[in-house]
């Protein structure tokens, strides 16, 4: 069984990832997680704070001679940053006069919820746990997910199809989403030209008036077969998976799979994939003309790409803010501001690869098992014979 936890606070020494259930003998690429890193902190709209970081993933357990070995694989990114916070965020009880307070709530954040429930007089160490700096930990291990995927010639990149009110309105295919993933800038991760400088426009408008924008990033996975996930048990349906594993993402306020939202205002006949049969050479299979399933019938993948969207609100933190309460004195005041990003659509659409590429290594190594990556391909070359065959 797949599992992963991380740990770490955004201005601690470092954060943590451990993952367990990976197969043994899977090579470890370390200049690619290495480059999923940059590509998380990468995206026009990031704040001051990614000129310091520049992530690595210090791999400490679990691999060794350049392979899994089947053993918990810890991973450690440390914080440039720590070095400008010891003295605010120590360990051991330090100088209060040095901690730096989050003295009012920012709408939107975990600063309120989280100081009600850990019962905080104020909101630094919600911040410091609530941060989406926490998602370069889940990329990280999402990466070597990644990597277990391409033995089963399973990949997963994103897009982003939003930013305010700047919108994609074309089909984007796996071929322009992969040309996007070997840029060597980012920008706004947005594979339509056209609408790219108008998502450049929706940041720079925010950066003038101290506000921040959300927007939609796309998941798409290709080449998954069909059979991931079951429709059996609610709590198996991959759709459901997926869902919970983006929502978990900092910001994500909605998930749709396919085209889940216009679908609910469109007639059956409008939604559903008509299915046809092909026999070409080399091939024979079942075929779909639309993928408005985004790859997924009944909680089961059915051997389309998946594509999942991520919605994201804008940022809580707000350079002009909003109304808060003093914690300290209950006066109404502006709402906190610390050095933050206005947009991050981007970052997070590599973060929603990350936990994509989890949940599909999860749902694969429960259908086709395997301690070893040989013995996981044998499982996996056997099913796809059957599936030849029926
Ligand atoms: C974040 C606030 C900013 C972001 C951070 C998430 O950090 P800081 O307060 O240190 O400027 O840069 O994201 C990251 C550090 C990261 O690696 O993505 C927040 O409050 O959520």
Redesign the pocket.
């Known amino acids: 069984m797949l599992r992963y936890f991380t740990s770490g606070e ?2 601690g020494e470092a954060l943590v990832a451990f993952l367990s259930g990976l197969p043994a003998g899977l090579e470890v690429d370390q200049a690619f997680l290495d480059r999923e890193l940059w590509r998380r ?1 990468q995206g026009y709209g ?5 000129r310091i ?1 520049s992530d690595k993933a210090h791999i400490l357990s679990g691999v060794r001679h350049g392979k899994t070995i089947g053993s918990p694989i810890a991973v450690l990114l440390e914080n440039k ?1 720590w070095k400008n916070w010891q003295e605010a965020l120590p360990v051991e009880e330090g100088e209060a006069a040095k901690h730096k307070r989050v003295a009012s709530p920012r709408p939107g954040h975990a600063d309120l919820a989280g100081a009600l429930k850990y019962n905080f007089p104020e909101a630094r160490y919600v ?1 410091e746990r609530a ?3 926490e ?2 930990a889940r990329v990280a291990v999402g990466g070597l997910a990644k990597l277990f995927l391409r033995e089963l010639r399973i990949e997963v990149l994103s897009h982003v199809v939003a930013v305010g009110s700047a919108t994609v309105n074309k089909d984007v295919s796996w071929d322009e989403i992969h040309a996007l993933s070997q840029r060597q800038e980012i920008l706004l991760n947005c594979a339509d030209s056209e609408t790219e400088p108008h998502m450049k426009e929706e940041v720079d408008k925010v950066l003038k008036s101290g506000d921040s924008v959300g927007g939609v990033f796309e998941v798409v996975a290709h080449n998954v077969p069909p059979g991931l996930g079951t429709y059996a048990q609610w709590d198996e349906r991959l759709d459901a998976l997926l869902a919970g594993a983006l929502m978990s993402l ?1 910001a994500v306020k909605a998930v749709e799979i396919g085209a889940g939202v216009t679908a609910a205002a469109s007639p059956g006949s409008a939604v559903h994939d008509e299915i046809g049969y092909q026999r070409a050479s080399g091939f024979a299979g079942f075929t779909r003309a639309r993928n408005n399933a985004g790859g997924i019938e009944g909680g089961v993948s059915n051997g389309e790409d998946i594509r999942v969207r991520g919605y994201l609100k804008p940022i809580s ?1 707000l350079r002009r803010p909003l109304q808060s309460v003093d914690f300290a004195t209950r006066e109404v005041v502006k709402a906190a501001y ?4 206005v947009c991050v659509v981007p ?1 997070a659409g590599v973060g929603g690869e990350a936990m994509v590429a989890l949940t599909l290594a999860r749902c694969a190594l429960e259908k086709f098992g395997g301690d070893s990556i040989p013995e996981t391909q044998r499982n996996f070359q056997g099913y796809l014979e059957q599936l030849k065959k029926f």
């Open positions: 955004s201005h902190q990031r704040g001051g704070r990614m970081e940053d911040l941060s989406a700096r998602s370069a900092q933190t610390e050095r933050s990003d970052a």
